[in-house]
């Protein structure tokens, strides 16, 4: 009688379980059921239910690279993807081979393709697949992912991503996710940030913050950005956007970067980095950005 062939599981490892990559971990167990395996760090979310769900912790990069077939890396910006990677103890220096690369953190794309390189060089493949939307639609298994890499490299990993996702899409080569992510969050931030300036007017003015959202629904300034910042606007409530102002910051920089480096224009994005740059130096960096309608606010006097 034949044997049965051994069925192959792919091994899933994740660097980076804050707040969108905790989601991202919950669903690649539960829903995807792939074994996990996660750096311990003091920068993650509670793991006690990705531990519960059978997650296993390890001490370092290399250790994750050890176990795992696919790596996604949800860390916060081009610095520390190049840490986890190259640095000491880092994913490369155990990667196995044909082992590939996911990186969903925001990055710089002259960063994104040299990492690729470096991935390539030791054997490994590379996808960088920055995501959209919120850490709420990490926890439910809908985010959107912007794919860049090679196609065959993409289908390989289509499995695992869609256990976290509602939407993948391949928008080209590797750094083009990276590119077209930046190029969004410049104009999503850039949004906000210009509607917060306009509520901080408004409700100097005195203006009654329904009305003014009112107003701005019923015509052209109707869109996500009003939607998501109303509450913010009218209640008070700003965890409907739960992004940090020093991210935002980090996000415009970065785009600011890659214009300076294509030779784009940039006149508007300095506008809009300058802005948010003040609130970040005034300590506020480490709040909701829907809370940017309050801190640009005018200086009240003292009674």
Known sequence: MQEMNEVTVTRVGIIGVGLMGHGIAKNVLARGRFPLAFLDHPGNQPVDDLVGLGATACKTPADVADVSDIIILCVTGSPQVEAVLTGDAGVLSRLRKGTIIVDCSTALPESTLRMAAAVRTAGGAFLDAPMTRTAKHAEDGALNLLVGGDETDFQNACAVLASFTERVERVGPVSFGHRLKLLHNYVSIGFMALLSEAAAQAADAGVDPAVF???????????????RMTPAIVTDDVGTVPFFIGNALKDIDYYRTMASASGASRTIADGVAGAIAAVVESGHGGAYIPELARFLRKPHPAA
Not at 213 to 227: F, R, T
């Open 213 to 227: 959202v009112d107003v701005l629904a019923k015509g052209g300034g109707a869109g996500a950005a009003l939607q």
